[in-house]
């Protein structure tokens, strides 16, 4: 497995914990968890974009 799969796993692991946290410690904070990971994943994902097309560029 490379580097860089590595860290998109370590990302999305360390985004989405809070959530997996919540659901087994109590739902006291629930939606406020789903709307935070939902907008932390937005931004994850969309850096991975920007990554891919910066070295894309790159390369070219």
Known sequence: MSARKILIII???F???LLIGSLF???DYLVEI???TVVMNVLYLGLLVYIKRS???ISD
Do not use: A, R
């Open 15 to 17: 985004i989405n914990g």
């Open 34 to 36: 789903l709307l935070f």
């Open 55 to 57: 070295t894309e560029h």
């Open 25 to 27: 410690t109590g739902i």
């Open 11 to 13: 990302g999305f692991f």
